[in-house]
């Protein structure tokens, strides 16, 4: 889960409110140019529509295959 998130903390902080169940309803992610904002919210589509609890990046799951294909 966000294994392709490299030197974001609040990928640790996006983890653990998904698994306590925690996670806001809505989410602004807000910083300077070419900092992983993009990549951090698709990576979060993919993570919550994916059909395995852990989510690896690797995943084969239907809905995992077409995030990454965009």
């Known amino acids: ?7 974001q903390p609040a990928a640790n902080q996006l983890i653990g409110d998904i698994r306590s169940s925690s996670l806001p309803s809505s ?12 990549t951090a919210a698709l990576e979060l589509g993919r993570v919550l529509s994916c ?4 989510a690896p990046w690797n995943c084969t799951c239907s809905a995992c295959t077409l995030h990454r294909t965009l």
């Open 1 to 7: 889960m966000f294994e392709n998130l490299v030197a």
């Open 27 to 38: 989410l602004l992610f807000h910083g300077p140019a070419a900092s992983g904002k993009g």
């Open 51 to 54: 059909e395995n609890p852990q």
